[in-house]
T-cell receptor, first 113, second 110 residues
Framework: DAGVIQSPRHEVTEMGQEVTLRCKPISGHNSLFWYRQTMMRGLELLIYFNNNVPIDDSGMPEDRFSAKMPNASFSTLKIQPSEPRDSAVYFC???????????FGDGTRLSIL | GQNIDQPTEMTATEGAIVQINCTYQTSGFNGLFWYQQHAGEAPTFLSYNVLDGLEEKGRFSSFLSRSKGYSYLLLKELQMKDSASYLCAVTGAGSYQLTFGKGTKLSVIP
């Protein structure tokens, strides 16, 4: 059984560049979550999709961040333009519902120079 | 809003028992999750408590008291591989949000 698949695993880029992170949730899961994890702030929810619809994006830091889920098997998180303070590990997770265990991808380790 | 508190770090000896506490203050409450996260890896699900009481799953048990806003994770017969961060997370009543605590880093020593 394939788990949540994220790409790329690592990304290093210069500030000002556009960054796109990708996620394939577990088949059949209707809930998808994007998180950011840093030492200072821990694991923070950025956005939650249910049945491909964004339900809450209040955790998205600012307009430079955007997320889409064009279909049940694919989601993207985009940062444009990127800044050094965006450096973090970004996790995607999916579940069968909000009160069900979330399955996390391996994360994307993003470094903005 | 939701506020979750856990100790930052703990150390315990191999073979011993350790209890990791989590307290929360929420505007609504539905349930509490515990996740384990090894360094450099993704969080993995350990347990989910909705009702008061103790849920046992092998060497790991999780307890919840809704009236006290309190939970703990109990790890028995500690093994070196249990060295990891343990994250407490709360879902609000009628809410889809899962709010995570900052995690407790557990170090198991010989």
């Amino acid at each position: 059984d394939a788990g949540v698949i994220q790409s790329p695993r690592h990304e290093v880029t210069e500030m000002g560049q556009e960054v796109t992170l990708r996620c394939k949730p577990i088949s059949g899961h209707n809930s998808l979550f994007w998180y950011r994890q840093t030492m200072m702030r821990g694991l923070e929810l950025l956005i939650y999709f249910n049945n491909n619809v964004p339900i809450d994006d209040s955790g998205m830091p600012e307009d430079r961040f955007s997320a889409k889920m064009p279909n049940a098997s694919f989601s993207t998180l985009k940062i444009q333009p990127s800044e050094p303070r965006d450096s973090a590990v970004y996790f995607c997770a999916s579940s069968l519902g909000v009160d069900q265990p979330q399955h996390f991808g391996d994360g994307t380790r993003l470094s903005i120079l | 809003g939701q506020n979750i508190d856990q100790p930052t770090e703990m150390t315990a000896t191999e073979g011993a028992i350790v209890q990791i506490n989590c307290t929360y203050q929420t505007s609504g409450f539905n349930g509490l999750f515990w996740y384990q996260q090894h360094a450099g890896e993704a969080p993995t699900f350990l347990s989910y408590n909705v009702l008061d009481g103790l849920e046992e799953k092998g060497r790991f048990s999780s307890f919840l008291s809704r009236s006290k806003g309190y939970s703990y994770l109990l790890l028995k017969e500690l093994q070196m591989k249990d060295s990891a961060s343990y994250l407490c997370a709360v879902t609000g009543a009628g809410s889809y949000q899962l709010t995570f605590g900052k995690g407790t880093k557990l170090s198991v020593i010989p």
